[in-house]
């Protein structure tokens, strides 16, 4: 049996971690590692959820997060045995992928849902995208999704397809603003379409059955697509923030 090391890597996975177990539904599991073959797979005993024990199965997919002083690590799993032992069923579980920290932004995150087009990043595609007629651009498009927030740093996305950690893209983001005359008191609204390349930081399965929490780290921005994502983010702030006065 596997011991505790004091000294680990903060990525690895070891023996004794209480880790979370986070299914395709989205239901998340409290669970701890128990035992592990030499660098194999890893066991863990079948955990229940408001005394209703975890559905699994051979070859299912699991995300298990972990936690250090650094913060919180993602990894994806699978199912690669089960077993029983008197009363309590087992689950050995083989790591697909390596360990991701969570990446928290430092940055104030602002609830927002906005349009977001998303295409496959292409060097050549990513310099002509800009001007490209929508049915151009439709070539290389891989959905539209809405935002959850939105930061001058990154955004959090509910996608239907599951991105890969550290996958890039494009993103075309259309943020509208509402603008008040002062003479007249009339309100007129403005779109901005914002075009920007992002990396994924993680894709999680999310409360909606077949959606993913798919969070991105903008890279490669103009100065000036910095400050207009800061000066929207600060007007909606600022809105939201009148509104919730007035409610």
């Known amino acids: 049996m596997a011991e505790k090391n004091q000294d680990i890597n903060e990525e690895l996975i070891v023996v004794g971690d209480k880790v979370d177990l986070v299914v395709p539904s989205a239901q998340v599991y409290r669970a701890m590692i128990e035992d592990r073959i030499e660098d194999g797979p890893f066991l863990l005993a079948i955990p229940s959820r408001k005394g209703i024990p975890m559905s699994v199965q051979q070859d299912d997919v699991i995300y298990l997060v972990f936690y250090r002083d650094s913060g919180r690590y993602i990894a994806q799993m699978q199912v690669i045995g089960l077993e ?6 087992y689950m050995w579980l083989l790591q697909k ?13 602002l609830p927002v849902s906005l349009s977001v087009q998303i295409y496959e990043y292409d060097e050549d595609i990513e310099r002509g995208l800009a001007g490209a007629e929508s049915d151009e651009a439709s070539a290389v498009s891989l959905e539209k999704a809405d935002s959850r927030d939105l930061s001058i740093t990154g ?13 890039k893209c494009i993103l075309v983001m259309k943020m ?27 894709s999680i399965p999310w409360r909606v059955s077949g959606k993913f929490n798919t969070g991105m780290h903008f890279f490669g921005m103009m100065q000036h697509t910095s400050e207009e994502i800061a000066q929207f983010v600060l007007a909606e702030q600022q809105r939201q923030m009148r509104m919730r006065r007035r409610s």
């Open 84 to 89: 029983r032992r008197g009363e309590i069923r």
């Open 176 to 202: 509208q603003s509402s603008l008040t005359d002062i003479r007249s008191s009339r309100a007129t609204v403005e779109t901005q379409t914002i075009q920007t390349t992002a990396t994924v930081k993680r």
């Open 155 to 167: 955004i959090a996305l509910i996608t239907k397809k599951q991105y890969q950690i550290d996958d």
């Open 97 to 109: 992928t390596r360990a991701q920290r969570n990446q928290r932004r430092g940055a104030y995150r």
